[in-house]
């Protein structure tokens, strides 16, 4: 919590007069309404799998996960995990990471565990933090 | 049209009675622009009347706008004007490395450190400080503890040990003991590396559906049974994978939370750097 | 084509110079309108700062800051916009100046949607007795907050007082109508599911939901007759009271999407095609 608020402190006390640090251009404000919800980046994916993979899911949604409500607390949703775990590995690695998230997922004390929170008010679980490479692990947020 | 243009300009420089744009109105208004941080058009007008006249404190402040700004490459080549000859030599060369640190090329900073020359020593503990920040922040190629901590006050010494020693030999977790260890207990991998729900979840899904398999075998039902072996295979492979991947990830959030930790230290005592006016 | 421009303009304070060579400032103060008229906002306030660290008359400093001001608001930088206004108000010495400060405090309040806070000024400079001829203007504005704060009924009933402003008024009418009720679209859809989502135009969704409730519900029921009740149970748990709660979870979400997409039509429409004053 301290960090966080040295981090406002910071940002509050550099933020007076920084705008013109930089020259800008004449710019329009925007009358709409920003969208509230991020459109889902669709996974562009050359390989045959991939292709295989996303049309599987993409009939998956459109026949079920549309209508059955929104059941997963983690992002990316399940579903998604698996594609990119596909994508980021093989078939064979993909299953094993979708295997443990599916394990993980059961578990109903997931709030004691170290996820930090995603934007969305969800736990932060991408497929790439789970392809054994230290370099490439994320986190959104100091977990404390 | 260039020449039109340029007359123009000459013009609007001269023409008036009192010109607003004469070199020392120029400074004036710079100073002016400078005090109230408004750094970019500072830099402009410095730069305006740098052309003309020669002034170390001109000069610094035109620097020095560029440091703030975190223009950190222009800042750095105008504080090197000022290295020879100059009155602010001293203080120039201290912002010079203040420069190639907040660029955070920490390289260039520490190789410049070693082979520095003449530097003020009025400013070498705080020189001194600056370079056992870049190796903590960078945690590459360290050199001994005594010369890391050496530098700062007695109080902040066990603090900064213990980053060294974090950064040397942190209490990492093996993935390929996380896995062995649910290889052999499923889960147990998962609780060697804290996640003590997952790996009991995990534990007892793996268990669960291997009870069930052999149940149905025993009973006859030879696709259940079937259908629960893959499942089972599908726990188990799942948990051993996981296990793997959860040390990674405790491994990666180990230094997450070090690199953290080091840089709001730093951050909160500014660096260690003295509050300079000029 | 920038280029050229910013010649035209050189050349344009040439032509200045010969005018007004007596008076630097003057001099001065027109090149950076100059600047400012050619949307060079950022030059325009570096002139304009130096005019006044040369010359600090107070009528001189309300005059410029108005216009720094202005440049902020070109350049969306609202906040900084907000403060040179708040000093027109410090430095000017008639009222009229005071009261276009302040409606331009308001107009950026709603332009980066801090809609409260321009409500708040509406009603300050209402009750200002200095300002008590301008009612119009301060419910023209009004009525702008309560559109940018997605509250069309309190801007129709805002516009509709004054018959000039007729033409936003039917726009908020419209909105109104095009709006569908979110509360009503959640309620129909735990009656029938599905409903609600087709009542909010997604027709094939709110099909599929229905087709899925069905089809659960009746394994369910079925499962129940059969005296499986375990099944039935575990069917009705896992899978229809998932489409269930999905399904008005849906509603609802489309409803809203819906009266989304309906405002934003509308400020898209008040950005880009209305001819009025805007913001």
């Given at each position: 919590m301290r960090k966080i608020l040295y981090i406002l402190f910071f940002l509050v006390s550099t933020a007076y007069s920084q705008t013109d640090w930089q020259k800008w251009e004449a710019k329009q404000v925007s009358y709409e309404f920003p969208t509230k919800s991020a459109a889902q980046t669709q996974n562009e994916s050359a390989s045959l799998t991939g292709t295989l993979l996303n049309s599987l899911k993409s009939v998956y949604s459109f026949l079920i996960s549309d209508y059955?409500?929104?059941?997963?607390?983690?992002?990316?949703s399940c579903a998604n995990f698996f594609v990119e775990a596909v994508e980021e590995t093989n078939l064979i690695s993909g299953t094993l990471m979708f295997a443990d998230r599916f394990t993980r997922d059961m578990n109903?004390?997931?709030?004691?565990?170290?996820y930090s929170l995603h934007k969305?008010?969800?736990?932060?679980?991408?497929?790439?933090?789970?392809?054994?490479n230290l370099q490439k692990i994320k986190f959104e947020m100091v977990n404390n | 049209m260039l020449i039109l243009i340029s007359s123009a300009k000459l013009f609007a420089q001269?023409?008036?009675?009192?010109?607003?744009?004469?070199p020392n109105n120029r400074l004036k208004f710079a100073n002016h622009l400078y005090s109230e941080k408004d750094y970019l058009r500072a830099i402009g007008e410095y730069k305006d009347f740098l052309k003309s006249t020669d002034n170390d404190t001109a000069r610094f402040r035109f620097a020095n706008s560029f440091l703030r700004i975190g223009r950190y490459d222009e800042a750095a080549q105008n504080f090197k004007i000022l290295f020879i000859g100059s009155k602010l030599e001293e203080e120039a060369k201290l912002f010079y490395y203040q420069s190639l640190f907040f660029s955070k090329d920490f390289n260039a900073f520490q190789s410049n450190y070693d082979s520095?020359?003449?530097?003020?020593q009025k400013y070498s503990l705080t020189l001194d400080r600056l370079n056992s920040a870049t190796y903590f922040l960078s945690k590459t190629n360290l050199p001994s503890e005594a010369v890391l901590i050496k530098p700062f006050e007695d109080s902040l010494q066990t603090k900064l040990i213990y980053f060294y020693q974090m950064m040397k030999n942190p209490p990492k977790k093996n993935p390929v003991t996380a896995a062995l260890l649910s290889a052999a207990i499923p889960g147990a991998g998962k609780v060697y590396t804290g996640e003590l729900t997952d790996g009991l979840i995990a534990f007892g899904a793996t268990l669960l559906s291997g009870f069930l398999a052999v149940n149905n075998f025993q009973h006859d039902h030879n696709f259940r049974g079937w259908l629960f072996t893959g499942l089972t295979a599908f726990f188990y492979g799942g948990s051993i994978y996981g296990s793997a991947a959860s040390a990674q990830i405790y491994n990666a959030r180990l230094r997450f939370n070090l690199d953290s930790e080091i840089k709001i230290f730093f951050e909160e005592r500014n660096y260690f750097l003295p509050k300079i006016d000029l | 084509m920038f280029r050229i421009r910013k010649y035209f303009v050189l050349f344009g304070i040439f032509c200045l110079q010969t005018i007004y060579s007596q008076n630097s400032v003057e001099t001065q103060l027109a090149w950076a309108d100059k600047l400012f008229a050619s949307n060079q906002y950022f030059d325009a306030i570096t002139e304009y700062k130096r005019v006044l660290f040369f010359d600090n008359r107070n009528e001189l400093k309300a005059k410029i800051y108005f216009k720094i001001a202005k440049c902020y608001k070109a350049g969306a930088h609202l906040d900084e916009a907000i403060n040179f206004f708040a000093s027109v108000g410090k430095n000017a010495t008639n009222d009229s100046t005071i009261f276009s400060a302040k409606l331009e405090i308001i107009r950026c309040n709603i332009l980066r949607k801090t809609t409260e806070r321009a409500l708040q000024l509406c009603n300050e400079l209402e009750k200002d007795?200095?300002?008590?001829?301008?009612k119009n203007e301060i419910n023209y504005w009004r009525g702008w907050t309560y559109m940018f704060a997605d509250d069309w009924e309190s801007a129709s009933k805002i516009f509709g007082e004054s018959p000039a402003d007729k033409e936003l008024k039917l726009l908020c009418n419209q909105v109104i109508d095009a709006k569908v009720s979110v509360t009503f679209a959640t309620v129909i859809s735990y009656i029938l599911p599905g409903s609600g989502q087709i009542y909010s135009g997604k027709i094939l969704s709110g099909l599929m939901s229905l087709a899925w409730n069905l089809a659960a519900g009746y394994f369910t029921v079925n499962a129940f007759i059969a005296n499986r009740a375990f099944d039935g149970i575990v069917i009705g748990e896992l899978v229809w009271l998932r489409f269930y709660r999905g399904n008005i979870e849906n509603a609802k979400n489309f409803a809203v999407e819906k009266n989304f997409e309906v405002s934003n039509k509308a400020l898209k429409f008040l950005q880009n095609e209305y001819r009025g004053l805007k913001p």
């Open positions: 059955d409500g929104d059941n997963c607390p983690f992002s990316p109903v004390f997931k709030g004691v565990n170290h969305n008010g969800k736990y932060f679980d991408p497929a790439i933090n789970y392809t054994l | 001269s023409g008036a009675q009192e010109d607003l744009f004469s520095r020359l003449n530097f003020p | 007795g200095r300002f008590a001829s301008n």
